[in-house]
DNA sequence: TAGACTAATGATACCAAGTCTCAATTGCCC
DNA sequence: GGGCAATTGAGACTTGGTATCATTAGTCTA
């Protein structure tokens, strides 16, 4: 869905510099189909800077091309978003590969929640973790 | 609804050993009435270690007596935990109160989640951020 | 009531994830 | 090609948590 010529463009469309770090961490992240840390990217890139890395995926995150995932142990990790808008993830506890769901569950429990609590809700934090279907079949 | 005494019995009755740290411990955690987090509890008991802190609210956790929060930006939290079976918190982001919701709202999802994507989905997290009614009415 | 045995402690080193600082470098626009 | 501001990267620092290990102290038993 993303190229680093498309990401290039939109560095460049939002004012930012073209620089080979940068484009560096763009190519390292879209090699990962699932979830990954900094340190994944970091041992990929041993030339770039600690906080190069971590300044650019924040910068990503910031564009939408990058988006959190939170693991069971709440721990935090990241991965490439296909989706702009608001979504949550399915995380498979054993391969690591993540689903964007699209429909967001919590959206209509909302109102009811605000009614019968006197809260005005912001936001929320969503995440589901289980076992792909490859890897329930691939294990006994 | 907890106290020290009734949490000192349940140590004892699962073999844990009474000790002045712990019940420390346990007693500043009784003392706070949103989210705490472990160096909270650590400012409070300068005369005990900080690994022992961090091993009696893991220890309180697994007892069912203090749940974990996440908060909106990843980190984690504690509170003290008046229910003791699956529940979701929503989180006063300007006070830091929380309430503890008895319906899991995303109970009834899973079942479709689970037929559409072929996942076997074992467990999620599900946290709400808000203000609280005394919070809304006190500022501007 | 005194051992003895083992759980618990706490000092400390370590780890993981992330931020801050700042001098040096380098894209980019003219 | 020059100038300037954005960016870099080394490294110190912070926060939250774990591992190690010698010492201490609850608790059980006699």
Redesign the pocket.
């Given at each position: 869905m993303y190229n680093l010529e498309s990401i290039e463009q939109r560095l460049?469309e939002q004012?930012?510099?073209?620089?080979?770090?940068?484009l560096a961490v763009v190519e390292a992240t879209l090699e990962h189909s699932g979830h990954f840390?900094?340190?994944d990217i970091l041992g990929r890139l041993p030339?770039?800077?600690?906080?190069?890395v971590?300044?650019?995926m924040?910068l990503l995150s910031q564009m939408g091309i990058l988006c959190r995932v939170l693991l069971e142990n709440?721990?935090?990790r990241y991965r490439v978003s296909h989706r702009r808008d608001h979504h949550h993830h399915l995380v498979c506890v054993s391969c690591g590969s993540v689903e964007e769901l699209d429909a967001c569950i919590a959206a209509g429990a909302i109102d009811n929640l605000a009614r019968s609590t006197g809260y005005d809700i912001e936001g929320h934090w969503l995440e589901f973790y289980g076992r792909c279907g490859p890897c329930r079949s691939g294990e006994a």
């Open positions: 460049a004012g930012y510099r073209i620089t080979p770090s940068r840390s900094v340190d030339g770039v800077g600690r906080a190069t971590f300044r650019t924040k709440g721990s935090l």
